[in-house]
């Protein structure tokens, strides 16, 4: 797995102390050797999105995918252990954790792209992004039944439980997509963002 | 109802046949009920009409946490879909299951439901379906052996139906929560299932394995009632047609199913074509393991070999641990849990009896917050029958119970919380005489102890003896007769012998060494349950030797990864010239406590905290603000601080002194989020900077804080939210703290949470746990 993924998440930079940088790359193998991501996805003729962002880039797809990707209840009993032992190590695996998760989501896109090898994949967008709000989150795990086949829950107030859990929505079009919702514009933590205050910006 | 002749077939889905029908997803299909039942009677007529002898009513999700805002009760619901099915039933022999399922919502630690309201939800669902007049209660699809229990509990207590419980594993032979087979077969048999199986998940070739698995844990009749094989994420149809599954359903049976049926994606057609599968077949031997265990639901703890109990949790004769039960720190006794798992126990004996603590309300809340974070099956310790039995409700899993004796009076009481409970036990070979002289009269008191549990119904296999260790310097001849007394036990009765090992050597110098030697000697003997202190190395060297001896460590691997590659003496301290502030700025928890208890020989307790560990974090800490220290290395230099802190704390619990503490600090995540590991580093960082940090906890209702800061008088109130959608929470425990006659001083923060929108709350804004530690200083100092 990408180390460098794993460091951003937890804050550090990639010229930090090289025993802290090796210390992430224990903790990221010891969860890869652990836990592996498992995802469900369906694809829908068209479902129901609010928002300005979703529709434009659903614009010409023919088909909807949802995606839901997660590490499961083990990754969060694995946070739960290590935070009793050393929340250093715990913030590190909680980073690793969400790298891991997305790297899950690649997986299953590439699974998706294979299915349909005459389609052109949108990016993949998720709740809590943009103008595409998480009172989504019922509705996409109803739709792929995700409680049932990956335990994953949705709470009141729409975040999801287990904690490494990523839900997507993507396009599929029968010509080639350009990347139209990237970028801080589109982004919910674009106020509050200290890579951004710091006058950098994301890999997304 | 019996179970046990021959096959019992049951019905197939209803949730998949109803989409089939024209019933989208989400919404409440119990409705139904009320509005087609014309549809569901029709469609469990088909069931029976093709073999089915037990139907599931449409109650799955008829919960009240489910069907909140349908417009009908739960007992509406219930009664109409258990009426629905005896319509169907009318003039056949088949039975009418009222049908339960998750409740769709975690419980603790995974999600925010309570045990306790777990099992009222089930309650209510359990008499409203015994009520309305169902054969049997089914519980199924069950991920989380908690909530299992907690339905299982729910249904025995309240009703008198017999009950079938399945859960669905996955092709890891876990459930999502990590649960194994072994782990559900000895949990629910113990809690007294009529029938236990799986359900749902994968189709019966993938189940095929598991349900073997759960043959061999298990005396009670093994169901199967799997899908139609995997659902295909374009069309959503499921794999198998009903031939290819009954065919497949013939490896469960000769895998030891003999009740069986069909999950998701199954169809009448399914069912007949199994039923017809089975004519002729004859259910499978079942060869059960009776090999003792205990567990939780990711570990299974065999006793095939030599298992130690740590004995650490304990307040007898340990001041630190005393203050930590009087002062409800759970974190301290979890704390000490987790440096024992780590050390190599295999099972954590639990004792948190001492005066002045209410161990009938403290055992079940440490007990809940061990299981949170160790993975260790626990030995409940006591002898209130009370407390016991509160332990063993909120225990996760297949515990232990220590301890029962010969004494008829103490057998009568505990022993059926025991069998309720299905735990193993630990007697004590002594009764209203004391503890006998001889060898043989100590295994005499262990054979009446043993009778009496089998006439509980206790298995054999979870009856442990003490045969109890006396002290060698008062009493030289007895050490001789508890070896002869363990060798007996454990030869003759062939049951498990526990020992407290350390015992032998109270009141003698060098105390390690004798106990090392005693503790060889009655291993050799036959002891299998050393009750030891798992951190004294001596101690697990000669375990760990023992196991190569007896056999049981196979090839030597385990003696060998734990001494290959290490030097044979300990090697000399790290640096002779490392200080306390290196020590706690480069997150060295050892040698920054080590450090420390040598500088309070020459300074006081409160100095070493202002002059040196307060210093030395604030470097980090200015590091940190500068970029050239990230928030890892904030976190470890607040944890070696920690490692100081308590070093003062015991010096001070050992002086009778009360803790150095600067403030009180309340902090939660608020109602709804349930994200807190950002709330956790900020404590961690406070608590090292020697606040005291009331922790709420997550998702924590706003009306819980105000509460809890009016009671403990306290000045500053941490909140933490993650997402958009719990700002609202935020801002209404910020609006209800600030409304107090004397309000405390607010700090808020979290990824979405910015200074500009603190300041609109009136309250501090901390981005990160360094500025929560200023504002601190600023309100508190």
Known sequence: MDISEVLRYAGVAPDADESLVQRTEQITQELCNAISPRWVWRV????????????????????????????GAAFDARLRAMQARDMSDALLLNAAGSALVEEGCDAAQREIAARFPQAHLTDRFSPGYGDLPLSVQPMLCDLTDAQRRLGVHVTDTFLLNPVK???????????????????????????????????????? | MRFDRDFLILDGAMGTVLQKRGLKPGGVPEVLNLTDPEMLIAIHREYIDAGSRVIYANTFGANAHKIAGCGHSV?????????????????????????IGPLGELLEPMGSLSFEDAYALFAEMAVAGEKAGADLAVIETMTDLYEAKAALLAVKENTSLPVMVTMSFDDT????????????????????????????????????????????????????KPNAGLPDPVDGSYSMGPEAF???????????????GGCCGTSPEYIAATAKALQGAKPATHIFDNTGCICTPTRVCRLDGVRVIGERINPTGKKRFQQALLENDLDYILQVAVEEEDAGADILDVNVGYPGVDEVAMLPRVIKKLQSAVTLPLQLDSSNAEALEAGLRVYNGKAAVNSVNGEPEVLAKLLPIVRKYGAAVVGL???????????????????????????????????WIDCLTLTVSAQQEQAMETLKAVRMVHSELGLQTVLGVSNISFGLPNRPFLNQAFLLQALAAGLTLPIINPNLRELMDAVAAHRVLSGEDAQCTRYVDRFAGQPTVKAAVSESSLTLDDAIVRGLKADAARLAKEALAQQDELSLVEQRLIPALDKVGTDYESGRAFLPQLLSAAQAAQSVFEVIRTSIAQKGGSPVKKGKIAIATVQGDIHDIGKNIVKTV???????????????????????????????????????TTLPAMEETTRQLLAMPNPPAVMVGGAVVTADYAESLGAYYAHDARQAVDVARKVLE
């Open chain 1, 44 to 71: 829908f003729p068209s479902i129901d999105l609010p928002g300005q962002t979703a529709q434009t880039m659903l614009t010409d797809c023919h088909s909807v995918c949802i995606l839901v990707c997660t590490l």
């Open chain 2, 75 to 99: 007992e509406e619901l219930i009664t109409a879909g258990v009426h629905n099915a005896q319509k169907a039933a009318e003039g056949t022999d088949a039975k009418v299951a009222l049908d």
């Open chain 1, 165 to 204: 859990t990523v839900t997507a929505v993507i396009g599929l079009s029968d010509r080639p997509q350009q990347a139209r919702i990237r970028g801080c514009a589109y982004c919910s933590l674009r106020e509050s963002c200290s890579l951004r205050k710091g006058g950098k910006r994301c890999a997304l």
């Open chain 2, 686 to 724: 406070l608590a090292n900077y020697g606040y005291e940090v009331i922790d709420l906890g997550r998702d924590v209702a706003p009306e819980t804080v105000v509460q809890a800061v009016a009671e403990q008088g306290i000045r500053l109130v941490g909140l933490s939210a993650l997402m958009t």
């Open chain 2, 246 to 260: 009954a065919q497949a359903m013939l490896a469960c049976v000769e895998a030891g199913a003999t009740i069986v």
């Open chain 2, 429 to 463: 070979t002594l009764d209203k005489g004391g503890i006998p002289q001889t060898s043989e009269a100590r295994v005499e008191i262990a054979k009446r102890i043993l009778d009496a549990c089998l006439a509980h119904n206790i298995p054999r296999e979870d009856v």
């Open chain 2, 173 to 224: 032979g876990r459930t999502f929560t990590g649960c194994t087979v072994s782990a559900m077969a000895h949990t629910l048999e113990g809690l007294g299932a009529d029938a236990i199986g799986l359900n749902c998940s994968l189709g019966p070739d993938g189940v095929a394995p598991i349900v073997a698995e759960l043959s061999r844990c298990t005396r009670l009749p093994v169901i199967a």
